[in-house]
Nanobody, 124 residues
Framework: QSRLVESGGGLVQPGGSLRLSCLASGFALDYHGVGWFRRAPGKEREGVACIEGGSTETAYAESVKGRFTISRDKNMAYLQMNNLKPEDSGVYYC???????????????????WGQGTQVTVSS
């Protein structure tokens, strides 16, 4: 069964770093579009970063540009988060759009697979 599982969340102080991982089971991510999303308490889920299928082209939300980096390798996707801020707190999800070479960002509804989420808390 194809699925995504995130890991790497936790509690970190402002200015710290975390690396989120997304493991794809049952398929490789190389030719899938991959996105990272987050949902802060009381807010709607929003796109954070994405990488195009079969490409190294990436896109980032303005709020995380220069601090977050998305990458992908075979059946893993990563989100390196540096200089974290309290407003980065939330549940982070990875998602995959099957066999997509579309440029990103992409609307959430096009993603075929979603992980269960991993909690990130930035607090002193």
């Amino acid at each position: 069964q194809s699925r995504l599982v995130e890991s790497g969340g936790g509690l970190v102080q402002p200015g710290g770093s975390l690396r989120l991982s997304c493991l794809a089971s049952g398929f490789a991510l190389d030719y899938h579009g991959v996105g990272w999303f987050r949902r802060a308490p009381g807010k709607e889920r929003e796109g954070v970063a994405c990488i195009e299928g079969g490409s190294t082209e990436t896109a980032y939300a303005e709020s995380v540009k220069g601090r977050f980096t998305i990458s992908r390798d075979k059946n893993m996707a990563y989100l390196q988060m540096n200089n974290l801020k309290p407003e980065d707190s939330g549940v982070y999800y990875c998602a995959a759009e099957a066999w997509s070479a579309n440029s990103c960002p992409r609307p959430q509804e096009v993603y075929d697979y979603w992980g269960q989420g991993t909690q990130v808390t930035v607090s002193s």
